[in-house]
């Protein structure tokens, strides 16, 4: 673990005031209406945060770290490694997904809300956040967190979809559209769509509770904006073969991520189980018979980290990012990192997107990169 000095309560008073000041300030300062584009270099990186379990503050004491850091852990090093990987990773767009604040140890939800992503809000850097199960189990339901979240700034995030809210189950459903590079000829078209959903927290069947999954009015959305996408894709101008590449962010794992473990998963690790749904909503059958999406990110277990392919679709774990979190002592706390990049065409001038790879980034001394790899690779024409 990095950064383990002691700071202060004094020091932490100052940080307060700073992002309740960002979190406060006027409406200009709001992502919403940003379109957000592939950049010159043909790149879209994406930073993917699991489970802050953000609390209190300096107050809020680690889980699961080493003897010798105890005394000097706390939210704040979560502060410090989010801080940390922005500046080296400088990324397009990051992406919270769920346990952002661990409720039932939080005093104000609010102001945890604010401290947890005010790294993200520092930075100027689009970013959007789905809910975990944790979330919630502080002063705030879940759409009252959502309300409060799409108000911060630069974020991105919906309470809900507009064209759905009347019948869409959850809070913090969204899609982003990822438009081509400035000045080539796809910079007015989505050419990599990113899907945000809600899989909720607990439900019960008979007499057993089970963590929640993705529904179906949600899945029918997904669907149909998939499918409006792709129609979009291969409208005029510039018409493209079959469906822009898609990525799907959300917080609890579905069933199907029981088909792997350290020793299949293409990279990675399994160190716990899969906290899935006790019964199988069919998301991941929607989402292969669909197509689109080339792999999905989730949280929740924290000592997981893998990827796995499975019926052309990758299932992948964001690994444990929050102190205040469960983890493994010894076990650095880390981040996954996504990057799309463009194909060149013989022009010069940059096309759909040729793939999709992904590392991850520990909280040690030197940032370290691990398991890079590529997730998906476009066929040739």
């Not at 919630?136 to 009252?144: C, D, F, I, V, W």
């Not at 809900?160 to 590079?181: K, R, S, T, V, W």
């Not at 409006?228 to 822009?244: D, F, I, S, V």
Request: proline share 3%; net charge neutral; with cysteine.
């Amino acid at each position: 673990m990095a950064n383990n000095k002691r700071t202060s309560m004094f020091d932490f008073s100052l940080f307060s005031m700073f992002f309740v000041s960002l979190c406060l300030a006027t409406v200009s300062t709001s992502a919403h209406g940003r379109k957000l584009s592939f950049s010159v270099n043909g790149q879209f990186k994406i930073l993917q945060v699991a489970d802050m379990h953000y609390a209190n503050g300096a107050t809020t004491r680690c889980q699961n770290v080493l003897p010798s850091q105890l005394a000097h852990c706390s939210d704040l090093n979560t502060t410090a490694f989010m801080s940390r990987v922005i500046a080296t990773e400088k990324p397009d767009l990051i992406v919270f997904t769920g346990d952002n604040i661990f409720g039932s140890d939080v005093k104000d939800a609010v102001k945890s809300l604010n401290a947890a992503f005010a790294p993200a809000i520092a930075s100027k850097i689009p970013w959007v956040a789905v809910l975990g199960n944790h979330d919630q189990e502080s002063t705030l339901t879940r759409q009252e967190l959502m309300k409060h979240i799409v108000k911060l700034p630069n974020t991105l995030s919906k309470v809900n979809p507009p064209e759905a809210a009347h019948y869409i189950d959850g809070f913090g459903n969204n899609n982003l559209q990822i438009h081509g590079a400035a000045e080539s000829s796809l910079h007015n078209k989505s050419v990599l769509n990113l899907y945000f959903l809600d899989s909720g927290d607990y439900f019960k069947v008979g007499n057993r509770k089970s963590y929640g999954l993705i529904k179906t009015s949600q899945q029918i959305w997904y669907n149909q904006t998939s499918k409006h996408l792709q129609r979009e894709y291969n409208e005029e101008p510039n018409p493209q073969q079959g469906a822009a590449p898609g990525l799907a962010y959300f917080h609890i794992p579905f069933p199907e991520f029981w088909s792997f473990d350290s020793e299949n998963a293409t990279k990675g690790v399994r160190q716990e189980e899969t906290g899935s749904a006790i019964i199988n909503s069919g998301f991941f059958t929607t989402l292969v018979a669909r197509g689109d999406v080339k792999s999905v990110f989730v949280g929740h277990d924290h000592l997981n980290d893998f990827c796995g392919e499975l019926k052309g679709l990758n299932l992948c774990y964001g690994g444990g990012f929050g102190y205040h979190a469960y983890g493994k002592a010894g076990w650095e706390r880390r981040a996954r990192v996504v990057v799309a990049d463009l194909n060149k065409k013989s022009t010069g001038s940059w096309g759909d997107v040729k793939s999709i790879r992904t590392w991850k980034r520990l909280d040690d001394q030197h940032l370290s990169v691990i398991d890079d790899q590529v997730l998906w690779k476009s066929s040739p024409n």
